[in-house]
């Protein structure tokens, strides 16, 4: 009896430590199984930072204080488009976060960067002429037109510099684009195609002349300018590269060269009403 029940004991003993294993080896799986859910969150949240940090942010000069003195007249519509230049480095920067990956190494430049400045001219043009009309012009103002990606960003499309400042224009682009539904040179990528202006326009005043043939020129060097594109830019970029990095901005040039013709025209008569709507140009095979 005494020699059975140190053998019953050594099996309890054996048993209990199986069991006490198997609970203790069931804790270190579920263990192994929970560090490997943390690590897969962590490098989720790590991730997603990243995305969010990656494509960097515009940075533009600022307009606002390089003004001279607003006159009253012009108060109005300085501060509509001072306030159209911060929407639009909203905007831009929206749309980085919303293309990380999108196109080649040049993207950012050409879809974004690039439109952003002739907005910015555009935008900054009205404002020198609103203060035009009742005070001495500002000039120079075009040098705080264009803007860059911070160092945050993917390098690829800017210089790093930063520049300070809190204003992009959204408006229309300054000085460019086709006149004469002129189609420019063909080639494999197409040829953009863009309304005629000049004779659309009605009978322009003497004093109003020098100006309108000079941004009528303007428009037939953009066709020119946009074509070239084009064919450099073959095989560049995704489906909608063409419209968000070259007819797009074409179009936003054409806006402003057209409204400064109106504008020229309407100082010593009649400012021709609808011409906006030749603005837009196609791509043609």
């Known amino acids: 009896m005494s020699r059975a029940l140190p053998k019953y004991n050594k099996r309890r003993v054996a048993f209990i430590g199986g069991a006490a294993a198997v609970a203790l080896s069931g804790t270190v799986i579920a263990g192994f199984a929970l560090a490997g859910e943390t690590t897969a969150s962590s490098k989720s949240g790590g991730t997603n930072a990243r995305t969010l ?3 960097g942010t515009v940075s533009c000069p600022d307009v606002k204080s390089k003004l001279p003195a607003v006159p009253a007249t012009a108060k109005a519509e300085v501060d509509r488009n001072l306030a159209l230049l911060n929407t639009q480095i909203q905007e831009a920067n929206k749309r980085l976060v919303d293309t990380v990956g999108q196109g080649g190494p040049n993207f950012v430049q050409n879809a974004i960067l690039g439109p952003l400045k002739d907005k910015r001219v555009a935008t900054i043009n009205r404002m020198a ?6 005070a001495a012009r500002p000039q120079g103002l075009d040098a705080l037109a264009p803007c860059t990606l911070n160092a945050n960003g993917s390098a ?5 510099t930063q520049q300070a400042g809190g204003n992009t224009g959204n408006s229309a682009n300054a000085g460019n684009a086709g006149n004469a539904g002129n189609t420019g040179k063909g080639n494999a990528a197409g040829a953009i195609s863009c309304p005629d202006v000049k004779s659309k326009l009605p009978a322009v ?3 109003a002349k020098a100006e309108v043939d000079r941004n009528l020129a303007l428009l037939n060097t953009q066709i020119q300018e946009a074509n070239n594109r084009l064919a450099s830019s073959v095989g560049q970029g995704g489906p909608n590269f063409v419209q968000n990095a070259i007819l797009g901005p074409l179009k936003d040039k054409r806006v402003s060269t057209i409204d ?3 504008i020229s025209i309407g100082r010593t ?13 196609t791509l043609t095979r």
């Open 53 to 55: 940090a990656g494509p």
């Open 156 to 160: 690829a499309a800017a210089t790093p």
């Open 129 to 134: 002429t609103a203060i035009g009309r009742t």
């Open 205 to 207: 005043p003497a004093t």
């Open 260 to 262: 400064r013709i109106a």
């Open 269 to 281: 008569a009649a400012k021709p009403q609808g011409l906006g709507s030749l603005a837009a140009c």
